[in-house]
T-cell receptor, first 114, second 113 residues
Framework: NAGVTQTPKFQVLKTGQSMTLQCAQDMNHEYMSWYRQDPGMGLRLIHYSVGAGITDQGEVPNGYNVSRSTTEDFPLRLLSAAPSQTSVYFC?????????????FGPGTRLTVL | AQSVTQLGSHVSVSEGALVLLRCNYSSSVPPYLFWYVQYPNQGLQLLLKYTSAATLVKGINGFEAEFKKSETSFHLTKPSAHMSDAAEYFCAVSRGGSYIPTFGRGTSLIVHP
């Protein structure tokens, strides 16, 4: 199993550009989520999904869109990049929606918006 | 509602010394508690978790944590620090029926030779 994969690893954007961060898991996990990590802020939840076709907002959803058409994939779209979106983005998944389940994280995408 | 507080954004220890990373939680129902570790330029990985079985939980790499309900704490310890333990450590809380964990802000462990 590859686990949770994210592409790209690094990205530089100009203000106003759009892009999609890719996330895929091959563990047949039901729950997937996106976090951003900023210094001193820990992990903040952007969006999450409890299954194909079902998504919801987390703590900091503004400026981001998600969709989940398959169990495996959960892309994160930046609609119009802003410098405040400079961050490290992590995708995570877990087997079920039970709170005791372990979260499995991807390696992250480091995004810089100029 | 649930929340977690990690005391100390940075903890510095000498190699061979005791490691103690503090985590206090708030939850209206019995919680599930986790410690994750993040090595430089990597994603988070699970160290250990408490799911209402034994209150003393043993994890990977010699780490353990004790769930203390009376103190609402879940501190992470390791008897003897190793240079390879230098990393960012995150405490997280969730609960049955709420699959969305809440993460603390993280504690950076620095290990001096």
């Amino acid at each position: 199993n590859a686990g949770v994969t994210q592409t790209p690893k690094f990205q530089v954007l100009k203000t106003g550009q759009s892009m999609t961060l890719q996330c895929a898991q091959d563990m047949n996990h039901e729950y997937m989520s996106w976090y951003r990590q900023d210094p001193g802020m820990g992990l903040r939840l952007i969006h999450y999904s409890v299954g194909a076709g079902i998504t919801d907002q987390g703590e900091v959803p503004n400026g981001y869109n998600v969709s989940r058409s398959t169990t495996e994939d959960f892309p994160l779209r930046l609609l119009s990049a802003a410098p405040s979106q400079t961050s490290v983005y992590f995708c995570a998944s877990s087997y079920s929606v039970e709170g005791a389940d372990t979260q499995y994280f991807g390696p992250g995408t480091r995004l810089t918006v100029l | 509602a649930q929340s977690v507080t990690q005391l100390g954004s940075h903890v510095s220890v000498s190699e061979g010394a005791l490691v103690l990373l503090r985590c206090n939680y708030s939850s209206s129902v019995p919680p599930y508690l986790f410690w994750y570790v993040q090595y430089p330029n990597q994603g988070l990985q699970l160290l250990l978790k408490y799911t209402s079985a034994a209150t003393l939980v043993k994890g990977i790499n010699g780490f353990e944590a004790e769930f203390k309900k009376s103190e609402t704490s879940f501190h992470l310890t390791k008897p003897s620090a190793h240079m390879s333990d230098a990393a960012e450590y995150f405490c997280a809380v969730s609960r049955g029926g709420s699959y969305i964990p809440t993460f603390g802000r993280g504690t950076s462990l620095i290990v001096h030779p």
